[in-house]
């Protein structure tokens, strides 16, 4: 297995776009928060959803917060580069102004969705040179056995951890279709790791 050590990032060059998918319970979004907060240059991608905001969520910050109707309204508009439902029961999306105009400003982004949404964002890739230039998709990938025991660990209700194992099961079997994969075993591991393929990218950019 390569070295995924902590070594010198290199600042100022070619913006990427990393998203990260992966089952709940992977640390996308751990992932997500340590790289905006450890790595210069880098931000959050605000996605967008039709859930209840939770307990110290602030919408603009955490999501943008949309009701089922103004959700309804971006998507007649084509507002969104990818949108989907998300466990059957909500829907996320990401607007394109999101990511456009930072990524051609020069700021590199990251971001979590899930499958659905990231094979979204390969076909709007294909579209569109801004995104096929920048755009890289990255799987989280943990053994069914410490998935199911990081969800128990949550405090998650069997019922609940039932339908995202349910959902990890078929998000698994899309990991190969992944440019990079990540293996996960622990935070810091992961977080290393990520922060290679975001080395890589300034040595090897990314082509589509």
């Not at 600042?11 to 979004?29: F, N």
């Not at 466990?87 to 590199?108: D, I, M, Q, W």
């Not at 659905?116 to 801004?130: E, L, S, T």
Request: contains cysteine.
């Amino acid at each position: 297995m390569p070295d995924i050590g902590h070594s010198s990032l290199v600042i100022g060059h070619s913006p990427v776009l990393l998203v990260l998918a992966g089952p709940a319970g992977s640390g996308k979004t751990t992932l997500c928060e340590r790289m905006v907060a450890e790595v210069p240059g880098f931000s959050r991608v605000i996605t967008t959803t039709t859930r209840e905001p939770r307990p110290g969520e602030v919408n603009g910050v955490h999501y943008h917060f949309f009701t089922p109707a103004e959700f309804d309204a971006k998507i007649a508009a084509g507002a969104f580069l990818e949108w989907a439902w998300v466990h059957r029961k909500n829907r996320y999306g990401t607007l394109a102004s999101s990511v456009l105009e930072p990524l051609a400003a020069g700021h590199s982004l990251i971001m979590n969705v899930d499958v659905q949404g990231v094979d979204n964002f390969r076909r709007a890739a294909a579209a569109n040179p801004i995104l096929a230039r920048h755009f890289i998709d990255i799987f989280i990938d943990v053994p069914i056995p410490e998935l199911r025991a990081r969800l128990g660990g949550r405090g998650e209700s069997e019922e609940e951890i039932a339908r995202r194992m349910q959902t990890a099961e078929l998000e698994l079997r899309a990991r190969d279709q992944f440019r990079r994969i990540i293996v996960s075993q622990d935070r810091e591991h992961d977080f290393a790791a990520l922060r290679k393929i975001y080395e890589e990218t300034q040595t090897r950019p990314p082509t589509h």
